[in-house]
């Protein structure tokens, strides 16, 4: 069964600090991950999107990894703002039937960062 | 123009009306979907509509009527609905059908339902 668990459920750091946040996934054949940043009560924005051959990629102070032997990808926060406060969902994009393709979504990991 | 815009963004009905959503994006995007997402979870797909045909229902009640007037456009349209259909409704698009290879998958706002 394709799944896509994260970790931390939920994570509070101080401002300025720096966090991991966790995917592992069970989803074949794997066709790309995605993380998104969710504010409550608001659609999800993109923050990257990696396909097998990427290991790492960068959008700000957001860096994202993935393992595709591990089938893990973590998503690492720099330098935490206020703003940063939000649930982070990871999106994993299975192959099914040629061009077609499923989103599996993982839980989210809500990030409350302090002052 | 990277927008999946959604109106309204607030809605309160009761059970027996009758209230639409709307969603609009101006990117060429050829699939449009609708998802929706409780407190707390992860957003669950409704439906899907592919060069304005829709492509799949995930065997959502027919309370709940999508319709795709252009490719532009997507709407939801809501008749005697439940308290428990109350959530957060999304729109999104993408490039090409499902947009799953490559594509990116853009959300709108949101647009919040209560169900009284």
């Known amino acids: 069964k394709n799944q896509v668990e994260q970790s931390p459920q939920s994570l509070i750091i101080l401002e300025g600090k720096n966090c991991t946040l966790q995917c592992n996934y069970t989803v074949s054949p794997f066709s790309n991950l995605r993380w998104y940043k969710q504010d409550t009560g608001r659609g999800p924005v993109s923050l990257t999107i990696?396909?097998?051959?990427?290991n790492t990629k960068s959008n700000g102070r957001y860096t994202a990894t993935l393992d595709a032997d591990t089938k893990q990808s973590s998503l690492h926060i720099t330098a935490s703002q206020l703003s940063d406060s939000a649930s982070y969902i990871c999106v994993v994009s299975a192959l099914v039937g040629g061009s077609q393709g499923n989103l599996i979504f993982g839980k989210g990991t809500k990030l409350s960062v302090k002052p | 123009d990277t927008e999946v815009t959604q109106t309204p963004k607030h809605l309160v009905m009761g059970m027996t009306n009758k209230k639409s959503l709307k969603c609009e994006q101006h990117?060429?995007?050829?699939?449009m979907y609708w998802y929706k997402q409780k407190a707390k979870k992860p957003p669950e797909l409704m439906f899907v509509?592919?060069?304005?045909?829709?492509?799949i229902n995930e065997s959502v009640p027919s309370r709940f009527s999508p319709e795709c007037p252009n490719s532009s456009l997507l709407n939801l349209h809501l008749h005697a609905l439940q308290p428990e259909d109350s959530a957060l409704y999304l729109c999104?698009?993408?490039?090409?059908?499902?947009?799953?290879?490559?594509?990116?998958?853009?959300f709108g706002e949101g647009s919040r339902l209560t169900v009284l």
């Open positions: 999104a698009s993408s490039q090409n059908s499902w947009g799953a290879n490559t594509g990116e998958l853009f």
């Open positions: 990696m396909t097998f051959s990427e």
């Open positions: 509509y592919s060069y304005e045909k829709l492509s």
């Open positions: 990117m060429g995007h050829r699939a």
